[in-house]
């Protein structure tokens, strides 16, 4: 919102300014050289947030996890996990159809998934019954 919305809504120099100052998570350590160990060989699945092709490419946290030692980072380009907030609360039949048609099938077989939004993370353990977890956790877990 910070970062698109406002400055167009607004249109004032202010909003142009914080919108400016922003950097995603994932856009400020792809330029930082982190000192992540090289773990053992993993296979991480990445979904990316609704939000990030509006911050980005859409691309930069599946290129981020994928520049980690030993990490090798599928991206499940699967779109809207279905839950969205309080939506898949309201709509919980609604919220599991569109997370059967592309999450779910991305995640077969998946044994991690690293997921920025709250939102997805709790939609892929529910459904897919798989650990999903915020990639600064992940990071976190590989510094040493």
Not at 122 to 143: C, D, K, N, T, V
Request: some cysteine; aromatic content about 4%.
């Amino acid at each position: 919102m910070l970062l698109k919305d406002a400055p167009r809504l607004l249109g004032s120099t202010e909003a142009r300014r914080v919108a400016g100052s922003i950097e995603s998570f994932e856009g400020f350590l792809r330029v930082r050289t982190l000192p992540v160990t090289a773990a053992a060989p993993r296979t991480v699945h990445v979904h990316r947030h609704c939000h990030s092709p509006i911050a980005d490419d859409g691309s930069a946290l599946v290129d981020l996890m994928a520049s980690l030692p030993g990490v090798n980072a599928i991206d499940t380009a699967a779109g809207c996990c279905g839950m969205a907030g309080a939506f898949g609360y309201e709509h919980p039949g609604l919220s599991r159809t569109i997370a059967a048609r592309r999450l779910l099938p991305a995640l077969e077989a998946a044994e991690v998934v690293v997921a920025h939004g709250s939102s997805c993370r709790s939609q892929i353990a529910e459904l897919a019954g798989l650990p999903a977890i915020h990639p600064a956790s992940f990071i976190a877990g590989r510094l040493p």
